[in-house]
C-alpha cells in the first residue's frame, strides 16, 4: 500500500518562505516514470497544481508559481520538498502530496492515484 504523508508547519507569516515534505512509503520516488506532486486548495477554491519531481529527479512547475516554488527530493530517506518563498494570506491552503503514474499528463490530475491527507497551512502575522 502506497502511503504519502505531509510534514511542515501549520502557520507562517507573511514574507517568510514555507516548506514542506512529503514522507512515501510503500513505493520508491525514483520508481521509473512516476511523478510526484504537490497541489493545494485555497479556502473556497478549487485545486491548484503547483509543481512535481519526476522519478529521474526533474521538475516541472505551474507557470503561476514557478518563480517562488522549488521541489527536490531526498531518495536515500524516500521524499521529496516543497518551497514556497514570498509567502502572502493568499497562500493559505490544504497542501497535498500526490502521485501520479500510468497515463501521467503533467499538472493534470491525469494519472494521479496516491494522495497524502493534505496538510492546512496558514499564512498569517
Known amino acids: 500500500q502506497v502511503q504519502l504523508v505531509e510534514s511542515g508547519p501549520d502557520l507562517v507569516k507573511p514574507s517568510q518562505t514555507l516548506t514542506l515534505t512529503c514522507g512515501v512509503s510503500g513505493d520508491s520516488i525514483t520508481t521509473r516514470y512516476q511523478y510526484w506532486n504537490w497541489i493545494r486548495q485555497s479556502p473556497g477554491k478549487g485545486l491548484e497544481w503547483i509543481g512535481c519531481i519526476a522519478y529521474d529527479g526533474k521538475t516541472f512547475y505551474a507557470p503561476s508559481l514557478e518563480s517562488r516554488t522549488a521541489i527536490s527530493r531526498d531518495a536515500p530517506k524516500n521524499q521529496f520538498s516543497l518551497e514556497l518563498t514570498s509567502l502572502t494570506p493568499e497562500d493559505t491552503a490544504v497542501y497535498y502530496c500526490?502521485?501520479?503514474?500510468?497515463?501521467?499528463?503533467?499538472?493534470?490530475?491525469?494519472?494521479?492515484?496516491?494522495w497524502g491527507k493534505g496538510r492546512l497551512v496558514t499564512v498569517s502575522s
Open positions: 500526490v502521485r501520479s503514474s500510468n497515463g501521467v499528463v503533467i499538472g493534470t490530475k491525469d494519472g494521479m492515484d496516491y
